[in-house]
């Protein structure tokens, strides 16, 4: 049963992977193309009116995404009580996103900010009306990680032929927007025709929608203040630089995050099931799985980060051209991301929600927020994009910072141990081998693929001449 049940571990992990992957990798493919099609300038009107749109999203879905997970984890062995949660969660999530369409729809008919780009906003608030079919929470709670997966390239497919088809020019800002929008319709038509086969049908009876008041709205806080960092960022640019600058902005952040979001896949698998272990009293599986997947995050994560500091200047111009080579600074500076954002999953959107704890972690992310809004208010007139990615990376550290502090009353995890020890001395000798081929190679493909192949090569063997125990559990396939 033991053994089932790690593997059963193993398949998730390995779906929500390749989900992650692609979720970024489409629309990284994307980025490359529409950056040298619609050019800074455009792409920073659609990220514009697309950060302005996320700000309802967040609050439509009531931090439902993450409580939702758990909340149906804890009721995944009775028919009745899962049917009962996601229609009182249905419900919420309707009253708020019909509330917040109202309100998009009046801000951006009535406040003259946003009336020369006006038919752009109308389109990207299509976001937030899709909101009202949106249950993937469900299919995260019930561990359906493959169906998610699958669906998820389906749509990501046609999303990408649709925008090589219809997106030629740089006035077609407006259909990228709109099919960027309406595209992701499909993933949530498919949750809703799938879940007949899981029996589960709306009831508007015997249901207790204000029993999920009180965690959810610090969800909602939590969620707030996290995507934050993000957010603020874009709107703080916009305000007080051009159009070009939130464009250099936008596109260096995808470029990190493809990174960041494909190693916590690596531990996105693991909240409904630390839920289904704690709330059953076996704390010491918890322990061992959330120090498992620490080691495997720090192993993969430090030389990530070095080598995104490394290529960053070669993949910007490579990717996006010419037009956005004041964008590689910037990715830079937000290849130290890599660290703090993993491992801040980790702790807090994972263990604290496990352990119940959304206060600790609004917490957290309040005084991250904060800071970073305070450090975006010096640090942009100055630097414009680069200063707002210091900022992030700043308020970040200090979010991972206090959720690990808070992480450690709960469960012993294991910092130093022979993985970080081994790990830093191959990560040692791959900014060697980087360094030379830097200063020895011409040409950016030919030093962009040869620091990835040869970087790798070298942190790999070298982790295997150290011993380092992640090697040996991985080719163990644990």
């Given at each position: ?13 390995l ?15 994307i ?21 302005i749109v ?14 939702g997970?758990?909340?149906?984890a ?36 009535y ?37 998610i997966?699958?669906?998820n ?10 925008v090589?088809?219809?997106v ?24 809703w ?51 070009e600058?939130?464009?250099?902005y ?8 493809v990174?960041?979001?494909?190693l ?8 409904p ?24 995050l ?10 995104m ?14 037009a ?9 500076i937000?290849?130290f ?9 980790l ?11 959304e ?14 809004v ?11 994009q ?27 995890i294991?910092?130093?141990n022979?993985n ?9 000798f ?16 030919k ?13 790999f063997?070298?982790s ?15």
């Amino acid at each position: 049963m033991e053994t089932e049940t790690k593997k059963s571990f193993i398949n998730n992990t390995l779906f929500n992977v390749i989900y992650k992957i692609s979720n970024v990798i489409f629309p990284l493919i994307i980025s490359i193309y529409t950056s040298r099609v619609l050019l800074p300038e455009g792409i920073g009107k659609v990220a514009s009116a697309q950060n302005i749109v996320s700000y309802f999203t967040l609050v439509a879905a009531l931090g439902i995404p993450n409580y939702g997970i758990r909340e149906i984890a804890k009721v995944t062995s009775s028919e009745k009580k899962r049917n009962q949660v996601f229609s009182e969660l249905f419900v919420l999530n309707f009253i708020s996103t019909s509330i917040c369409v109202m309100l998009y729809y009046i801000m951006i008919l009535y406040i003259e900010f946003f009336h020369a780009n006006r038919f752009l906003y109308i389109v990207s608030g299509i976001s937030i009306i899709l909101n009202y079919i949106s249950v993937d929470w469900f299919y995260y709670g019930c561990e359906q990680f493959s169906y998610i997966a699958i669906r998820n390239i389906v749509v990501k497919i046609f999303l990408a032929l649709c925008v090589i088809i219809f997106v030629k020019e740089q006035e077609d800002y407006i259909k990228y927007a709109f099919i960027s929008g309406i595209v992701s319709a499909g993933n949530n038509v498919f949750n809703w025709i799938h879940l007949k086969r899981y029996h589960v049908s709306l009831q508007f009876f015997d249901i207790s929608i204000a029993r999920h008041f009180r965690p959810i709205f610090t969800m909602l806080a939590t969620v707030i203040s996290i995507e934050i960092y993000t957010l603020v960022d874009t709107t703080m640019l916009s305000v007080l630089c051009s159009e070009e600058v939130v464009g250099y902005y936008a596109s260096s952040s995808k470029i990190i995050r493809v990174i960041v979001i494909l190693l916590t896949a690596l531990g996105g698998a693991l909240l409904p099931r630390l839920t289904e272990y704690y709330h059953k009293g076996r704390k010491e599986e918890c322990e061992n799985l959330i120090n498992q997947v620490f080691n495997y995050l720090f192993f993969l994560a430090v030389p990530c980060g070095i080598g995104m500091f490394f290529v960053s200047e070669y993949m910007v111009l490579i990717f996006y051209g010419e037009a956005f080579r004041e964008a590689a600074a910037t990715v830079k500076i937000f290849s130290f991301l890599l660290y703090v954002l993993t491992f801040s999953n980790l702790f807090g959107t994972q263990v604290l929600l496990t352990v119940n704890e959304e206060k600790k972690l609004l917490i957290a992310t309040v005084i991250g927020a904060v800071l970073n809004v305070t450090l975006n208010a010096c640090l942009i007139p100055m630097y414009m994009q680069n200063g707002a990615a210091t900022a992030s990376v700043i308020s970040e550290t200090v979010v991972t910072i206090i959720t690990f502090i808070y992480a450690r009353k709960y469960f012993n995890i294991r910092l130093l141990n022979r993985n970080m020890i081994a790990t830093f001395l191959s990560s040692l000798f791959m900014i060697i081998v980087l360094s030379i081929i830097n200063h020895c190679v011409n040409g950016n493909i030919k030093k962009m693929i040869l620091m990835i192949v040869f970087g790798t090569l070298s942190y790999f063997l070298c982790s295997i001449a150290s011993n380092n125990p992640m090697t040996k559990i991985i080719k163990r396939g644990s």
